[in-house]
C-alpha cells in the first residue's frame, strides 16, 4: 500500500508492507464553503448571542485583536480585512487598533511571519507586535481564578476599549479544542500565569486531553481568564483538507466567545470524529505538516492525539520534518538532558514548573502505555537519545522496524494528518464529544 503523508511542505510518499490489516484515517471535515469571504462578512454582521461587530465597536476608540502565532494555519488573512472594516466604519482609527501574536511562551514572529501571519498590505498599516511572556511588567495583574492560578494578561490587550480574537477550532492535545478563549491564556498571558496552567495539576488530569469539553478543568479555567481579561467578541474558523497552510474555510462561528466557541466546537466534534470498533495493535502519523511539524515541541501533538486508538503496550510511530528542530532554549535543554521518560515525571511531580514541561510531560504519559518510534529528520542527533523511543534515519526503516515483531494481520491505523484527525476506539467514545 503507498501512501502520502503531511510531512513539512511538500509531503511524504511511504510504500507500506503487505500482510497487515490497514485503517485509514482521514482528516473529516466539512467540505470548503463555497464562498468563504462572505461566510465571514455574514458571522461578523449576525454573530451568535450578541449584536453585530459593527454595533460593538461604536463609541469605542481603541480595539486589541489576538491571533495565533506561526505554528497555526488561522485563516487570518481572510477574516482580517473585514473586520478591520468594520471597525473602521464604526469609527476606531487605524493607529487605536493593535494586533497582538498570540505567542504564548513560543518564539515571536519574524517580520517575514507577520506578512505571512496577517498579510502584507495589513503589516505594512497596521500595528502588529508580538506577545512577550517572559516580560511581566508587560501584563496587568487581573487576580486569581477560583482554582487559584494567577492571572497575568498582555497590557494592550486588557487596555484597549474593545478585545476581539481570532483563531481556529482542531482538536488540542490537553484543552479538548483549540480556539477562543486560548487566544487569550496562554496566547496572551504571562509565564506566571501559563506555568500553572500547564503544571501536573492539569497536564495529569485524564479529563485533559483532545476531545474533552464539558468536564476538562483546563477549558473552564482558561474561560474563567479570558471573561476576566474582557474577552468581548471571537471569529473562529473550522478548516477543511486542504495543502499545508492552505486549508480552506468550512465554518465560521463569532460573536459572544463563550456561545460562539460552543458552537463551533459542536460542527467540529461532528464532522471530525473518526471511531474505530476496537483498539489497533500500532499507529503510524504525523503532525500534520507545516507548520505545526516545524519542532518536535509540536510534533508531539501527534503522538498525543494517537494514544487514544492504539492498545496498551502498542506501537506509534511518528514522522515528523522537524525542520526548525526541538523547540525553545527550555524545551531542548529539557530534551536534552532527561534520557529517562519515569524518572522525569518524578523528578517534575511535586517541583516548581519550569517553561516547556508540559509537553514533555504529555508525551511521557504515551510512552508509559506505549513503545513510540520516530522519523524526525530535522531534530538534531544528540536530542534523539531523549526521545523515550528510537528514532528512525529514514521513514522506510522506521516502518519496518514498527512492523517486524507483530503478527501477520496485525490491526494498524494510519493517520496521515496527524493531530487533524479526532480518534476513538469505540470503548473509548467520550460523551462529551457530542455535548
Not at 498570540?102 to 495589513?122: C, K, N, Y
Not at 515525571?345 to 510512552?367: C, F, H, N, S, Y
Not at 513503545?371 to 516502518?399: F, R
Amino acid at each position: 500500500m503507498r501512501l502520502d503523508f503531511a510531512f513539512g511542505k511538500t509531503g511524504l510518499h511511504l510504500e507500506l508492507p503487505a500482510g497487515f490489516e490497514y485503517r485509514v484515517l482521514e482528516a473529516r471535515s466539512a467540505l470548503p464553503l463555497a464562498d468563504q469571504a462572505g461566510a465571514v462578512e455574514e458571522a461578523l454582521d449576525a454573530p451568535t448571542g450578541c449584536a453585530p461587530l459593527r454595533e460593538l465597536a461604536k463609541g469605542k476608540r481603541t480595539a486589541a485583536i489576538s491571533v495565533c502565532d506561526i505554528t497555526r494555519p488561522a485563516p487570518n488573512r481572510l477574516v482580517l480585512p473585514p473586520l478591520l472594516a468594520r471597525l473602521a466604519d464604526a469609527g476606531i482609527p487605524r493607529d487605536g487598533i493593535t494586533i497582538l501574536i498570540a505567542t504564548g511562551l513560543h518564539r515571536p514572529a519574524s517580520d517575514a511571519e507577520i506578512r505571512e501571519i496577517v498579510g502584507d498590505q495589513i503589516a505594512s498599516v497596521c500595528r502588529v507586535v508580538n506577545h512577550n511572556a517572559r516580560a511581566l511588567s508587560e501584563h496587568r495583574h487581573l487576580g486569581t481564578t477560583a482554582a487559584g492560578t494567577p492571572v497575568y494578561v498582555d497590557e494592550r490587550f486588557v487596555a484597549a476599549d474593545l478585545h476581539i480574537t481570532l483563531g481556529f477550532i482542531e482538536p488540542h492535545l490537553m484543552l479538548g479544542f483549540s480556539g477562543g478563549r486560548k487566544l487569550i491564556a496562554p496566547g496572551l498571558a504571562a509565564q506566571e500565569t501559563i506555568k500553572v496552567l500547564h503544571s501536573p495539576k492539569f497536564m495529569r488530569d485524564p479529563r485533559a486531553v483532545e476531545g474533552s469539553i464539558d468536564d476538562n478543568p483546563l477549558h473552564k479555567e482558561l474561560l474563567e481568564i479570558s471573561e476576566m481579561a474582557g474577552h468581548d467578541f471571537l471569529v473562529d474558523a473550522a478548516l477543511a483538507a486542504g495543502p499545508p497552510g492552505q486549508r480552506p474555510v468550512a465554518g465560521v462561528f463569532a460573536g459572544r466567545p463563550r456561545m460562539a466557541h460552543a458552537r463551533g466546537v459542536e460542527f467540529v466534534s461532528r464532522v471530525m470524529l473518526e471511531t474505530l470498533e476496537r483498539p489497533v495493535d500500532a499507529v503510524i502519523t504525523t503532525s500534520a505538516g507545516y507548520p505545526l511539524d516545524l519542532t518536535f515541541y509540536q510534533a508531539i501533538k501527534g503522538i498525543t492525539a494517537a494514544r487514544h486508538i492504539v492498545k496498551p503496550g502498542g506501537k506509534i510511530l511518528l514522522l515528523a520534518e522537524c525542520s526548525e528542530g526541538a523547540g525553545a532554549p527550555e524545551f531542548r535543554n529539557m530534551l536534552a538532558e532527561n534520557p529517562d521518560g519515569p524518572k522525569f515525571m518524578d523528578r517534575i511531580a511535586a517541583a516548581p514548573v519550569v517553561v516547556d514541561q508540559w509537553q514533555l510531560e504529555k508525551l511521557a504519559l504515551v510512552t508509559e502505555k506505549c513503545d513510540v518510534l520516530y522519523y524526525v529528520p530535522g531534530l538534531p542527533a544528540e536530542y534523539h537519545k531523549s526521545l523515550w523511543g528510537k528514532s528512525y534515519g529514514t521513514a522506510a526503516d522506521a516502518v519496518i522496524a514498527l512492523t517486524k515483531d507483530l503478527k501477520p494481520g496485525a490491526a494498524i491505523a494510519v493517520i496521515p494528518e496527524g493531530p487533524y484527525v479526532l480518534a476513538r476506539a469505540r470503548a473509548d467514545v467520550r460523551e462529551e464529544v457530542f455535548a
